[in-house]
């Protein structure tokens, strides 16, 4: 799935002819980078691939004062096929990334409880402070009139995202805090009395 290419083409379809800085800076502003896995970088050099390709035409050059030369971009024809396939799929296809917190609890399991239990903490504030953020952020944007109503439902999308973990962070913590402990110490104190030395009858 080329997220990158998704972006410019609908950018340029939703906003008309725009030069690659003005792209970049959309893309910027929503910051799809962190959200979405865009590569930010890739956006200049994707839009030249897809000239190539006669998905974009250039139709013009324009200068503002002493700022480069930028060639403007339209989205063609055969470049709107190629948005309705991208976004048709990632829509409809279901889309997992890598997930460094299941890897961690699978493969690198920590052994001390009270560690493992510090770390998770940890996670859920970072967690709890990323959901009123964002759900802060979209408050403002809507007060002022910045967003419109579909804007705001992707900001509610995330904040629900970052609830639905934390809840399942909370319930993870309890099921951490239940698990016996293990260890020589917990296996000793566990020992049945037949295991011990028993004095001999007279």
Partial sequence: MNLSRLVVL???ESGGPQHGHEIRRQAERSNVQTWGGVSIGALHRELRTMETQDLVEAVRTEQVGRRPVRTVYRITEDGRTELHTLRGKAISQLHFGPD???????????????EMLALLAGRREVLAVSRDGVAAECRRLTEQGLITAFDAAMFRRREMQLDAELRWLEQ??????DIPDSGPAADAE???????PTEEKP
Avoid: I, W
Wanted: glycine share 12%.
């Fill in 10 to 12: 609908g950018l340029l």
């Fill in 100 to 114: 460094p917190l299941g890897v961690a609890l699978l493969f690198g399991r920590v052994g001390d409880r009270a």
């Fill in 172 to 177: 993870f913590e309890k099921d951490v805090a």
């Fill in 190 to 196: 566990r020992a049945e009395p037949a295991d011990q």
